[in-house]
């Protein structure tokens, strides 16, 4: 739950890559923080909570097993993992359910360029999930510059402008524009 008022950020660097048969989303943002404190934001329970959408039973910062825990409101959903990769501060790759992530950070002058690689179970999911990496992203950067708002995860994405965002990257994507499943 945000915790004051947020506006999206314009849109940010993205691109869908075809890879065999499957599909990777490719998002590309830049902070001015550097590596470091990037790294911490993505692999640090504390600090995963504060943006991302789920968080982890452990830190991120070894490979084995872990389990990733996503919150919407009441309803938590444990979905299993494994950190493949762990490579401070360059790269961090992990599973998401059936899902891959991975995070490369840059030095980018004196900040960091985070490119993250979401392997994609469907083409058609790519502006969804654009849209929620970009809500996602954005409140990251508020954690990294000391201003913290909480994370605009799930349902409250909705009142966030997770339905404009999700318009937009679709049409940059070249998918049709998809909807969430209503909950049950």
């Known amino acids: 739950m945000t915790t004051r008022p947020y506006h999206p950020s314009p849109l940010q660097q993205v691109e869908l890559v075809a890879e065999g048969e499957r599909w990777s989303l490719v998002f590309t943002r ?32 070894t490979t084995g097993p872990v389990t990733l825990v996503m919150v919407d409101g009441d309803q938590r959903h444990e979905l299993p993992g494994e950190v493949g990769i762990a490579d401070r501060p360059e790269l961090l790759e992990f599973t998401w359910g059936a899902d891959v992530l991975r995070w490369e950070l840059h030095e980018h002058g004196t900040g960091t360029r985070l490119r993250l690689t979401h392997r994609l179970p469907d083409r058609a999911v790519a502006g969804m999930m654009a849209a929620g ?45 998809r909807q969430p499943p209503l909950p049950q």
Do not use: K
């Open 30 to 61: 830049d902070f001015p923080q550097g590596r470091a404190a990037v790294w911490s934001a993505l692999t640090e329970p504390d600090e995963l909570r504060e943006w991302a959408p789920y968080t982890a039973d452990r830190s991120l910062t």
């Open 133 to 177: 990496w970009h809500l996602c992203l954005d409140v990251a950067a508020t954690l990294l510059d000391g201003s913290p708002i909480g994370p605009i995860v799930g349902a409250a994405a909705m009142d966030h402008g997770w339905p404009e965002l999700n318009e937009q990257y679709s049409h940059r994507l070249g998918v049709e524009i």
